[in-house]
């Protein structure tokens, strides 16, 4: 299995994050590898970007694999991607650094400081009410009471610089960056007609937005921002009127970006995926990965990560590899039997 440069050929039966427009908004440069089997037929393609900063050239994916054709065995992605890290060595690039959380691969190659990830995806379908009915119950009174309080949801695609100060203040709350707004302009830019903002409004105070990006294949929640003390139902009922959106348009899958695996019971972490089973997702789960390939660079990124937030997503999950994959392997061996 070879990675090589292929054209890229999007459509919107393809994640959003895999265009043109947005690897472009989002990348110094950009492209897509296909996975190329000894038979030379395209086995699966990776969107990527190249990003410089300082003295990095960091390559970053943002989406994982995506399959072309049928039977495509993780065996062969794991080819793929020992391919593909070879192909950036030649690139001059320094280290591939985590993906974005809405991309969950199913292996990562060797040498790869790798950590168990996931994300909570809804079937968009299923007929509605069975949708609503897989919602917890105390999930949908939730959501009533966002609707008796007079919670509204609103298209806020035009309150770019509102929308931003809430996320940013949201992630501030938990002692995290967010992107400049002059970055998000160009991150909202580069989806285009496939990038949707809603707004939960109660009597025209903002108490939620919430940044979706899309396709047919899926709509992601990408990026939520919501007041310190909202409205009981706020972003509950935000949320459900997004589910109900895109499965009028016909997306096959809502998704909502990036679950740790096991959190710790009681944890901000363990919350938040409580949330999001409550309305009845499903887990997908993987690995989210990053590769040394100029080690001296690579330790210093590690470094700046650490200053910058306390270290990256697979810093902060990498302690978990052993007993996860350990867990998948016993599980592969019970479907087995």
């Not at 310190?228 to 949320?239: C, T």
């Not at 789960?285 to 040394?292: F, H, P, R, T």
Request: net charge positive; proline share 4%.
């Amino acid at each position: 299995m070879k990675a090589t440069p292929v054209p890229i050929n999007w459509h919107p039966g393809l994640p959003i994050f895999a265009s043109e427009p947005f690897l472009k908004a989002v990348g110094d440069d950009y492209g897509w590898l296909g996975g190329v089997d000894e038979s030379g037929d395209l086995r699966c393609i990776l969107p990527y970007t190249i990003v410089k900063k300082a003295i990095f050239r960091m390559v970053r994916f943002r989406v994982e694999t995506i399959q072309v054709g049928k039977d495509f065995s993780i065996d062969e992605e794991k080819a793929f991607l020992n391919s593909a890290v070879e192909y950036f060595r030649k690139q001059d690039t320094d280290m591939i650094i985590p993906a974005t959380t809405n991309s969950i691969f199913r292996i990562y190659p060797d040498g790869a400081d790798a950590a168990p990830y996931g994300s909570y995806v809804i079937d968009l379908t299923k007929p509605e009410d069975d949708i609503w009915r897989k919602i917890d119950r105390i999930m949908r009174q939730n959501i009533k009471t966002g609707i008796k309080n007079g919670v509204t949801i609103k298209d806020g695609s035009d309150d770019l610089e509102a929308a931003h100060k809430l996320i940013v203040e949201t992630f501030q709350r938990s002692k995290l960056p967010f992107m400049g707004y002059k970055e998000f302009l160009k991150f909202i830019q580069g989806l285009g007609k496939n990038s949707k903002i809603l707004i939960a409004d109660l009597n025209g105070i903002p108490q939620s937005y919430a940044v979706f990006g899309f396709s047919d294949y899926c709509a992601y929640a990408i990026y939520a921002g919501n007041v310190d003390i909202q409205k009981q139902g706020a972003n509950k009922l935000l949320y459900w009127e997004a589910i109900k959106l895109f499965k009028s348009l016909g997306v096959q899958l809502y998704d909502f970006v990036g679950a740790r695996i096991n959190p710790e019971k009681g944890s901000k972490q363990d919350s938040i995926n409580a949330l999001k089973r409550r309305f009845g997702a499903e887990l997908k789960q993987g690995y989210i990965w990053k590769q040394s390939i100029k080690p001296l660079k690579y330790k210093l990124y590690g470094i700046a990560a650490r200053w910058r937030s306390g270290g990256d997503i697979v810093d902060a999950e990498r302690h978990k590899l052993k007993e996860f994959n350990a867990a998948m392997a016993g599980g592969a061996k019970r479907d087995l039997d």
